[in-house]
């Protein structure tokens, strides 16, 4: 789309996503610039890559049965 207009550009990028994750937080945060939409969805690719790639490692065959939340686990 080059000679287009920066919103018509963020506009066609928007539209073209298919992940509904993606879409929901650029929608909350609309960008007003290219650069700023980038940054936005590099983020969210990096933080999707971080989150696939954490394995649970149990020792021993241990595997706990309930896993506790921080919070409940303070009350």
């Given at each position: 789309?080059?000679g287009a207009p920066e919103c018509m ?67």
């Open positions: 789309m080059k550009r963020i506009s066609g990028f928007m539209h073209g996503i298919n992940n509904p994750e993606l879409t929901k937080r650029l929608n909350e945060h609309v960008p007003r610039t290219m650069k700023e939409m980038m940054i936005a969805t590099t983020a969210f690719i990096r933080g999707e890559a971080t989150a696939a790639d954490r394995v649970v490692v149990y020792i021993s065959g241990y595997k706990p049965t309930r896993v506790v939340p921080p919070i409940e686990a303070a009350l």
